[in-house]
């Protein structure tokens, strides 16, 4: 099943003289449950694309498809209650709000709906990220990489159809990155979660099902490895 | 989970919190008083026109009998229906008529009236009253000023507040956009993000606005208080209550949240409209976008001039709040004292220090005219009294031959240069315009001895001067004589006779007087002789104006008794000697008095209230601005640890550290002073020129000391919340800071 599909994407910044053409048709399309690495040189478009699917900023031109929606020309208000219900971000930086104690960060997303979280499939998440320990700690209680597994797991409480990571590994020592990875993919294998990430790291990259290579805001590669 | 955020959000940044507070406080406080004040200015209003007009809202006249008068009080609204005696005569009653519902008093009068088939002329209605309660009936054409005054006030001090509290809330909004980036971010709607900033607004001012609120009401109840005290030792003056109702209560809140809520809503709305990348990668705003460089500063105090420069540069935005209210609390103490001094020198120009030695107690005999007065002899033997002078003013033409006038007015080219309106009479005369001063025989006799002319009672003494309104303003005059020194008569002529211009005037409405003297010298009254109109000025004594009245007429309806007392100085000597006066003619007459001393003090008295009212908005804008600088500095251990520790690390001593603070600290309120101070030069160069003042003599007694104590003690404040704020910094160890740590916000 096509979950993600992108038509003739492009995204200019500025205007006149200090034009940049960020991304320029971009034509992709994406299967549920699919393990997806895009790659490519220091400004060549990733992060451009990735906030583009999460409905962060809108393209100048063409389409994307979420679950059959055209998110491309969705208001703010629409664009927010989807990338709640939709998509979940993870970030390099963990981006948890440091008020709040991480259990209270973590449903923050079914909070915004004023919704009960599910307690099963909220231990189970938090139990296979191993920070059941510190729910009730504030973030800057916690390491690099415990932080981030909350983030993660605040990107997955709502069960969104894309889990979106831009470069949420870039941040970590090799054991830590490794163990994320390996979470990532648990969740790619049990819960046939789709996921997009964004990395620098080419033994990260060799995890996944696919590589994009995106090269002056064109894909120039598009490799199946299963 | 939002109220949650909200809570923890204050909880954990208290000093930030601190300033919307104070400024929600401050906020209520202001709006409380002066709506409560107001509420009770217009209930007092009430009361006194009830008290002048009558308590009544429609009156219709006609021959009512007992049985008329219930019938009109079984009319569904009407709440009492009373007869006027003072009203009714013989055959006709007039019958006041109250009723419950004020609103419908145009419809149900109209009931009335077609009831007993009157004339539309039969009924009328207290404009007056009906007016204060927002009531208006076709026939109405009272001016409704004061509540749009109200209003204005109101809406001005809303907005003023609005514009000063929305930066506090601005500040601790923006610290946040990161967050409410990643908020947006995992989904939150705009709408979200405004319903939860302003919900922390509103938990963060609940109770601040109430106790703000109040104290509000305690203040303006002090207010009225007070001023009761001081209006009950005025003659006539009325108890004065405070009013209070829980409507006003209710709508003092709501106008308070409102306030505080559009403050709040501002920014708020800003921030959710910043996309979820801006916001998240937004901690641009906080940082120096581009680098600009502070010369005066870097000049004055050297390289910590610089980086102070900068320092403030980077929190422009968070200063904003502090240099704006700090601007207006200066600016309008500033203007208020220059104002209130200016309208001191020019009061005492035109009335105290002016008319400082002719008078000591004034008593107006009202509807009296000066031949019908018989306690002429009685006041002349008053104990305490050194002088008395009874005497009353009186309007006339004269009829004046053209050369008759001086010599220096011809050269300017006679009286009509003035632009004073001169009726030509014929070809060689011109009707000019007279003031006429009756004196008592004795106090002209006396007037005669001051000229040095022989008493006599049969003739006009002349002031003999007119002022020269080209060459002079009206504050420092210059004379000149207004005719030929042997001019030996004058004609008067009755005013309202004054007819066509050449027409002969008629022998009946004219007298011929024979001039005394012509003299430059005045007798001791408390009058402005002749500086309005360019009028001819004639002393006359009443045994001739008994003659002529009849002819020339124009008198005004009061005469007035100015007695000198034997002691001059005190108060007490003053009283008694007014409290003698009127015991004497009050009997007889209907009477006003003033003394000098008490007028005095009254006059003080009022001025200080009104200084006292504006002052203190002054005073609290200042601690809106105070409170800004603190709930700053309390945050410096957070906000600038890292710029400190960087200068540290590059050889900056604490010393370095406390000047940037002092120059900082000296920026935050010099700046502010020194654009209100040239404002208020300007302002104030503009209004001396206006009234016509010589610069030197405001600047001699212009209001330095005030200035200066109000604006060191604002320094002081703001000098002691940098040092407490440095003080913090100081302590912890920045060296440790520049390590690690730099991701956690
Ligand atoms: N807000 C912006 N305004 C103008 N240009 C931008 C903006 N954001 C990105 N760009 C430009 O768009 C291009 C793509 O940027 P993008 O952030 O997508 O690169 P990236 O592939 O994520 O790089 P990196 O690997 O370093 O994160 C760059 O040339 C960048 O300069
Ligand atoms: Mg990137």
Not at chain 1, 137 to 142: A, K, S
Not at chain 1, 171 to 181: A, G, M, Q, T, V
Not at chain 2, 151 to 166: D, E, G, P, Q, W
Not at chain 2, 258 to 282: C, D, F, M, Q
């Amino acid at each position: 099943m096509e979950i993600l599909k992108c038509e003739g994407v492009r995204k200019i910044y500025g205007s006149g003289n200090n034009q940049v053409v960020a991304l320029d048709r971009i034509d992709l399309s994406v299967e549920k449950g699919e393990f997806v690495a895009i790659v490519g040189a220091s400004g060549s478009g990733k992060s451009t694309l990735l906030h583009m699917l999460g409905s962060v900023d809108q393209p100048t031109e063409g389409k994307i498809f979420v679950e059959g929606t055209d998110i491309s020309t969705m208001s703010r208000t629409q664009a927010a209650i989807f990338r709640r219900r939709k998509v979940g971000l993870v970030y390099q930086f963990y981006n948890l709000i440091p008020t709040l104690t991480v259990r209270k960060n973590i449903l923050m997303p079914l909070a915004l709906d004023k919704r009960k979280p599910n307690q099963e499939y909220l231990e189970q998440i938090v139990d296979s990220l191993g920070i059941a320990d510190k729910m009730e700690c504030l973030p800057n209680e916690l390491s690099g990489g415990q932080q981030q597994r909350a983030a993660i797991a605040r990107s997955l409480i709502y069960r969104p159809a894309l889990l979106l990571g831009d470069e949420p590994t870039g941040n970590l020592d090799r054991k830590n990155s490794r163990e994320i990875i390996d979470l990532l993919k648990l969740s790619n294998r049990n819960l046939n979660q789709t996921i997009l990430l964004i990395t620098h790291d080419e033994k990260v990259a060799l995890e996944a099902d696919r590589i994009v290579t995106i090269e002056d805001g064109r894909i120039v590669s598009d490799e199946k490895r299963r | 989970m939002w109220r949650e955020y909200s809570a923890d959000y204050i909880k954990q940044n208290r000093s930030s919190g601190l300033s919307i507070v104070v400024a929600a406080f401050i906020a209520a406080l202001f709006l409380s008083f002066l709506c409560s004040l107001f509420y009770n200015f217009w209930l007092d209003n009430v009361e006194g026109t009830k008290m002048e007009t009558g308590d009544w809202h429609g009156r219709i006249t006609g021959a009512f009998h007992a049985e008329d008068l219930e019938l009109i009080e079984q009319f569904a609204n009407v709440e009492k229906a009373v007869v006027n005696e003072e009203l009714s005569g013989e055959q006709k009653t007039t019958v006041d008529v109250l009723f419950f519902n004020k609103r419908t008093v145009y419809r149900d009068m109209e009931a009335i009236r077609a009831w007993f088939k009157a004339a539309e002329s039969d009924v009328t209605y207290n404009y007056q009253l009906l007016s204060l309660y927002f009531i208006r009936i076709p026939g109405d054409s009272m001016p409704r000023l004061l509540m749009p005054a109200y209003l204005a006030v109101v809406l001005i001090v809303c907005v003023s507040l609005i514009l000063v509290i929305h930066n506090s809330f601005a500040v601790s909004m923006d610290s946040r956009v990161h967050q409410f980036g990643i908020f947006s971010s995992i989904g939150a709607t705009p709408g979200q993000i405004r319903i939860c900033l302003l919900q922390e607004a509103f938990l963060l001012c609940a109770a601040p606005i109430f106790v703000g609120l109040l104290a509000g009401i305690a203040l303006s109840f002090g207010t009225m208080k007070a001023m009761g005290m001081l209006t009950a030792e005025l003659v006539g003056g009325r108890q004065v209550n405070f009013y209070w109702h829980p409507a006003v209560f209710a709508g003092i809140l709501f106008l308070s949240f409102l306030t505080v809520l559009i403050s709040a809503w501002i920014p708020a709305n800003r921030l959710s409209r910043l996309t979820p990348l801006e916001a998240i990668k937004g901690t641009a705003e906080m940082q120096l976008k581009k680098k600009k460089r502070s010369p005066i500063l870097t000049m004055l105090f050297g390289v910590e001039g610089e980086l102070a420069g900068n320092g403030l540069k980077a929190r422009k935005k968070a200063l904003r709040t502090t240099s704006l209210s700090l601007m207006l609390a200066f600016f309008g103490f500033m203007m208020m004292q220059c104002f209130f001094t200016l309208s001191g020198i020019s009061t005492d120009y035109t009335y105290f220090k002016a008319y400082q030695d002719v008078w000591d107690v004034m008593t107006t005999v009202k509807d009296t005219k000066i031949e019908a007065f018989g306690l002429t002899a009685e006041l002349k033997e008053l104990p305490g009294a050194d002088n008395t002078v009874l005497y009353q003013k009186a309007e006339a033409l004269c009829r004046l031959p053209k050369d008759a006038e001086s010599e220096e007015l011809k050269n300017l080219g006679g009286v009509t240069v003035f632009g004073e309106e001169v009726a030509d009479d014929e070809a060689d005369f011109r009707k000019v315009k007279a003031s006429v001063i009756i004196l008592d025989d004795e106090s002209f006799k006396e007037f005669c001895g001051q000229v040095g002319i022989a008493p006599r009672i049969d003739g006009a003494i002349l002031l003999n001067r007119i002022w020269d309104s080209i060459h002079s303003n009206f504050r420092y005059p210059q004379y000149i004589p207004y005719v030929r020194e042997d001019l030996d008569t004058v004609v008067l002529h009755r005013m309202a006779a004054a007819g066509e211009a050449g027409q002969v005037m008629d022998e009946k409405d004219s007298a011929k007087v024979p001039v005394l003297a012509c003299t430059d010298m005045t007798p001791a009254l408390r009058e402005e002789y002749g500086k309005s109109d360019h009028d001819l000025v004639h002393f006359i004594p009443l045994s001739l104006w008994r003659e002529i009245s009849g002819k020339v007429g124009g008198a005004e309806p009061d005469c007035y008794i100015r007695a000198l007392a034997g002691d001059r100085t005190s108060p007490e000597a003053l009283c008694a000697l007014e409290d003698e006066i009127i015991k004497i003619v009050g009997q007889t007459y209907e009477v006003e008095s003033e003394n000098r001393i008490q007028e005095k003090l009254d006059n003080d008295k009022m001025i200080a209230g009104y200084e006292l009212v504006l002052g203190g908005f002054c005073v609290l804008l200042a601690i809106i601005g105070i409170a800004h600088v603190f709930s700053n500095t309390q945050g410096f251990l957070r906000q600038r640890k890292k710029e400190f520790a960087r200068y540290m690390s590059i050889g900056l001593t604490p010393r370095g550290m406390w000047k940037i603070f002092c120059i900082e600290a000296l920026v935050t309120v010099g700046r502010p002073m020194f654009l209100t101070l040239v404002l208020t030069i300007m302002a104030m160069a503009v209004m001396i020129k206006a009234s016509n003042l010589n610069a030197l003599e405001f600047i001699r007694v212009a209001p330095v000391l005030p200035i200066l104590t109000f604006i060191f003690t604002v320094f002081g404040f703001v000098a002691l919340a940098y040092f407490l704020g440095g003080r913090k910094l100081s302590k912890c160890e920045l060296a440790k800071t520049l390590r690690g740590d730099s991701m956690s916000e």
